[in-house]
């Protein structure tokens, strides 16, 4: 295959149905792969009608054109679904060998409909696509189902649920090779819902760029730029991901005790580099990736990756907890039991805070690291308290009656950037398609790293087509699928001839900004015809109207409503933040509209 | 945090070196050693017109999460300091010397002054742009014995105990280059003036 295989593989797990048909040309052309062709082909087969757990929702696995050629860190793939925890269009991403190996299946995307009666398991190898009776694994975690499965990077790769998606937790993910998670939004329920334990993938064919002189230039040239970059070359590596603790800590913007103050006195504890210092064994990487930020760590008690930032903030700052080991193993917990550790940390801080103000009855408290792993334990298992919070933070607190204490957006729990230190997090969470996520296009880098400039992140005028941009580019890059830290070190226009060498189609970089913009209007499209509107792009009301009290954002709310207006006039919407006619037509979604036609 | 007066100095030589032409508009990059941290203009921080805020401090011997947000070429000024006894560093892009080290394997002054001050500057050549170890190396090893290097198409390092004395070589360096090009251009026999002129290129 040169780019894309030019098949889609279509189960119905109901009846037990098989069958593949080709990849649409325009397709291709239009949504690329990944997230953009998830998307689109979920725009058809999931109407607003649909129940996020009934049969009629389907999970949609899709590679992207440049999966699999060995490009810098292609070794990424897509699930898109209706969200049960946010009743939007939801799409994860995730890394490791699966995405690789799926790729070499000889199949762009992957459908998944209907319910079996019984739990099963997917095989895809050279010798053909079977359902497997899966009974014997079912109550079984993750690393053991993997383990059981056969799981060899390098020929055989597993993808699958543990107890949290078997048990329909809201939180639930999807895990690959064991560690690597589709993390956010509940996918993991939603494969729970269907019966599907495991995909499992086997493949023997290559994705060989068409133009391998231009492919190899291109190797060569993001190589170099991959190590220029001292965020790629030096402190993902040997910090990982958590060098943006103290980072975000000294500027004033790392949410801390459920986002009542965004300084964390202990960030230092729970750094990168106390990381490096103590529980790091080594550093590991995905197929294909010169980065290498994944940590393998090991405590007294237990060994495994991870945590990444975001985990490290989740069970750390936002819960009050500074112990590095307690939080790793909450991690390694979280990965066996297949739930998201961004949306389990964030809803145990918000448990914490209503349990302090004698909400709810429990003996959580911010800083109670010895209750931190049961805690996790009741969730996935869906017991006591935690049954409550396997709904997610915002219908456990509504469930109290105070919705107000659940930090999220769109019901999807917020990532450990205090958007009221970085007014454009703000704009980005508040207007993500999947609710709040830092990974629709994330402004930690044009408000705090400068990258590609700095801007002020206490600006709000002229900050919406920033954000807009930045949004557009996630989307690019989460259809190619390649990864986002790739993104750091090299530009749109990088991947537009990458793209070109290896599909053997001319794409120029505003080629891919076009497909960017369409991806993220479509995802609106969607989030429209599902009901939501204008109102459901806010912050929760703490960040609005609460000022920080103390250190560098001292005083600092969003302001959310006059970037609401710049954002929806700059991506040609109207006052309600519906795209406009003349856009959709420019965009080529004139065919599609919200209400469903 | 920079104190007030070092902060004036960053932002004095900082501006010299732009208003100078000894570097685009964002390019280039300053620092200097203060005890075991290293205090350094942020990556994509304007050099003619620096801010207090940006500038990064971070570890001489260990790095911190202050590599996230500094210059590009941190790693060649670490290097630098474990290697010498400089104190501050300077890198610029000075457009004449660039020019003659596009085919030259060194820059020797013609000058009286230039001769004086810095008698040869080495010019090497590295695969990378920026920010790789292996350039950081040879650029650190070389000034171990120069007060500044060429880097083959890309610009000047120079060291000093100060910025301003790293300033004076980067400065005297365009000087040179600027005479020995237009000495070129004016096309006219030179009359050596020098007694030794041969043992600059031995410097």
């Keep these: 295959m040169e780019g894309w295989a030019g098949k889609i593989l279509d189960i119905d797990l109901g009846n037990g149905a098989i069958q593949s048909y080709p990849l649409d040309t325009e397709m291709k052309r239009l949504f690329l792969g990944g997230r953009g062709l998830g998307g689109r082909l979920l725009w058809d087969c999931v109407g607003s009608s649909v129940d996020p757990f009934s049969p009629e929702n389907v999970l949609i696995f899709a590679a992207g054109p440049l999966t699999a050629s060995g490009a810098q860190t292609t070794n990424r793939f897509t699930v898109s679904t209706k969200s049960p925890l946010t009743g939007t269009i939801l799409d994860d991403n995730s890394g490791g060998w699966w995405g690789m190996q799926f790729k070499r299946t000889g199949y762009d995307a992957l459908i998944v409909r209907g319910k079996a009666t019984s739990p099963v398991t997917v095989e895809i190898t050279p010798e053909g696509v079977s359902l497997k009776d899966a009974t014997h694994l079912w109550g079984k975690t993750v690393f053991e189902t993997t383990e059981a499965l056969g799981q060899n990077n390098n020929r055989r790769n597993v993808l699958c649920i543990g107890p949290a998606g078997e048990k329909l937790v809201r939180i639930a993910s999807i895990m690959n090779d064991g560690t690597r998670a589709l993390a956010r939004g509940g996918a993991g329920a939603v494969m729970g819902s269907k019966n599907l334990k495991a995909i499992v993938v086997e493949g023997n064919q290559k994705n060989t760029a068409k133009d391998q002189e231009l492919f190899k230039f291109m190797l060569y040239e993001t190589g170099k730029l991959i190590k220029a970059s001292p965020i790629t070359s030096q402190a993902f590596p040997e910090f990982g991901t958590a060098v943006m603790m103290n980072v975000l800590n000294e500027i004033g913007a790392l949410p801390t005790r459920n986002f009542q103050s965004s300084q964390f006195e202990q960030a230092e504890k729970i750094s990168g580099e106390r990381m490096t210092e103590t529980i790091l064994v080594k550093n590991k990487a995905c197929w294909a990736c010169p980065i290498a930020c994944t940590r393998y760590t090991k405590t007294d008690k237990a060994e495994g990756e991870g945590p990444e930032f975001e985990t490290t903030w989740s069970f750390g700052a936002q819960c009050g907890i500074d112990q590095l080991d307690v939080i790793a193993e909450a991690n390694y917990l979280c990965n066996d039991l297949g739930l998201d550790t961004i949306s389990a940390g964030n809803t145990i801080g918000c448990a914490m805070e209503l349990a302090e103000r004698g909400i709810i009855s429990s003996e959580l408290r911010f800083g109670r690291a010895d209750l931190l792993h049961d805690t996790i334990r009741d969730m996935a298992y869906r017991r006591g308290l935690g049954d409550e919070m396997a709904e997610g933070s915002y219908r456990f607190a509504a469930q109290h009656g105070a919705v107000e204490y659940s930090m999220s957006a769109k019901k999807l729990e917020l990532p450990a950037y205090d958007p009221r230190g970085m007014q454009g997090q703000g704009l980005l969470f508040a207007t993500s398609n999947r609710g709040g996520c830092h990974m629709r296009g994330n402004m930690l880098g044009p408000e705090v790293l400068a990258l590609p400039r700095l801007v002020d992140r206490f600006a709000t005028q002229g900050k919406a087509g920033i954000v807009a941009v930045h949004q557009n580019e996630a989307a690019v890059v989460d259809s190619l699928v390649v990864c986002r830290f790739t993104d750091i070190a090299v530009s749109v226009e990088y991947f537009a001839r990458f793209l070109t060498a290896v599909g053997g189609i001319k794409f120029t970089a505003d080629d891919l900004m076009k497909v960017g913009e369409r991806v993220w209007n479509l995802e609106r499209l969607y989030n429209l015809r599902e009901g939501f509107t204008r109102t459901d792009d806010t912050l929760p009301e703490r960040l609005l109207k609460e000022p920080v009290q103390s250190g560098p954002s001292k005083g600092f709310v969003v302001k959310l409503e006059p970037m609401l207006e710049e954002y929806y006039q700059f991506r040609g919407w109207d006052t309600h933040g519906v795209p406009t006619k003349a856009k959709l037509k420019e965009l080529e979604l004139d065919t599609l509209s919200s209400n469903g036609q | ?203």
């Design chain 2, 1 to 203: 945090m920079i104190d007030q007066r070092l902060y004036e100095e960053f932002r004095d030589i900082g501006r010299d070196i732009y208003l100078g032409g000894l570097t685009s508009s964002h390019g280039g990059n300053i620092s200097v050693r203060v005890g075991n941290r290293i205090i350094i203009k942020r990556r994509g921080a304007q050099l003619g017109r620096l801010k207090p805020e940006d500038f990064i401090e971070t570890g001489l011997y260990t790095k911190d999460s202050g590599i996230t947000r500094a210059s590009t070429e941190l790693i060649v000024h670490r290097a630098i300091y474990l290697k010498t006894s400089a104190l501050a560093v300077i890198h610029c892009h000075p457009r004449t010397a660039i020019a003659l080290s596009l085919s030259r394997e060194e820059i020797i002054p013609i000058d009286n002054e230039g001769s004086y001050l810095l008698h040869k500057v080495p010019v090497v050549t590295a695969e990378y742009a920026s920010g790789s170890q292996e350039m950081a190396d040879t650029v650190a090893e070389v000034l171990r014995g120069y007060k500044m290097i060429m880097l083959r198409g890309h610009g000047c390092f120079a060291a000093g105990q100060t910025l301003e004395e790293a300033f004076h070589w980067v400065s005297a360096l365009e000087e040179v280059s600027d005479i020995i090009l237009e000495a070129h251009l004016l096309g006219e026999e030179r009359i050596e003036y020098r007694r030794n002129p041969e043992a600059y290129k031995k410097w």
